[in-house]
């Protein structure tokens, strides 16, 4: 038992070590992405789904005017019939897929806003907690857990050294 703690024991050493570090370092990286989400990622999102939802109304709104006036001017007969159909038909198909976007927009926007962003805001805050937990358990075991082997080797080469002198005892006894 002496000698596979004595062998053991640098190898933990290292390791709880290490285990201090990395958990130091998901401890700073939860806390770091998640002041960043707070100072600009929340606010950017919510920008974005703004922007995105008035770019398909704007986009929308463009598209069903240029076909309105399209319209006006194929009814003064100043194309053939045949252009108009085409054009007509091209417009007509971009103002279906202008709504539809803006459609789409909508669903997204509300999906972002009420969803995704207080989503990612709580799993960044609670990654952070864990994280925080996980580090102190490791500086706990980096400091007392260390301590505790440490004392464990000791007792175990006290024990085998007093093994060793009452065999010497018991040796001389004989």
Same mark, same amino acid.
Request: hydrophobic content about 35%; cysteine-free.
């Given at each position: 038992?002496?000698?596979?703690?004595?062998?053991?024991?640098?190898?933990?050493?290292?390791?709880?070590?290490?285990?201090?570090?990395?958990?130091?370092?998901?401890? *700073?990286?939860?806390?770091?992405?998640?002041? %960043?989400?707070?100072?600009?990622? %929340?606010?950017?999102?919510?920008?974005?789904?703004?922007?995105?939802?008035?770019? /398909?109304?704007?986009?929308?709104?463009?598209?069903?005017?240029?076909?309105?006036?399209?319209?006006?001017?194929?009814?003064? *007969?100043?194309?053939?019939?045949?252009?108009?159909?085409?054009?007509?038909?091209?417009?007509?198909?971009?103002?279906?897929?202008?709504?539809?976007?803006?459609?789409?927009?909508?669903?997204?926007?509300?999906?972002?806003?009420?969803?995704?962003?207080?989503?990612?805001?709580?799993?960044?805050?609670? /990654?952070?907690?864990? =994280?925080?937990?996980?580090?102190?358990?490791?500086?706990? =075991?980096?400091?007392?857990?260390?301590?505790?082997?440490?004392?464990?080797?000791? =007792?175990?080469?006290?024990?085998?050294? %007093?093994?060793?002198?009452?065999? =010497?005892?018991?040796?001389?006894? %004989?």
């Amino acid at each position: 038992a002496l000698m596979a703690a004595e062998e053991d024991f640098p190898r933990l050493e290292k390791s709880i070590a290490l285990n201090y570090d990395q958990t130091k370092r998901e401890y *700073d990286q939860a806390k770091d992405e998640y002041e %960043r989400f707070q100072k600009t990622m %929340r606010e950017m999102s919510e920008k974005l789904a703004e922007y995105y939802l008035k770019s /398909a109304e704007q986009d929308f709104d463009s598209a069903k005017e240029e076909l309105d006036q399209l319209v006006k001017m194929y009814e003064a *007969d100043e194309l053939t019939e045949e252009t108009e159909e085409i054009v007509l038909r091209r417009q007509k198909f971009q103002v279906e897929a202008a709504k539809f976007f803006v459609d789409y927009s909508k669903i997204n926007h509300d999906y972002t806003m009420n969803i995704s962003i207080p989503r990612r805001e709580e799993m960044l805050k609670t /990654a952070v907690e864990i =994280a925080k937990i996980e580090f102190e358990r490791a500086k706990m =075991a980096k400091s007392l857990g260390m301590n505790q082997k440490r004392y464990e080797l000791q =007792a175990l080469r006290e024990t085998r050294a %007093r093994s060793v002198d009452n065999h =010497a005892k018991l040796e001389q006894d %004989r």
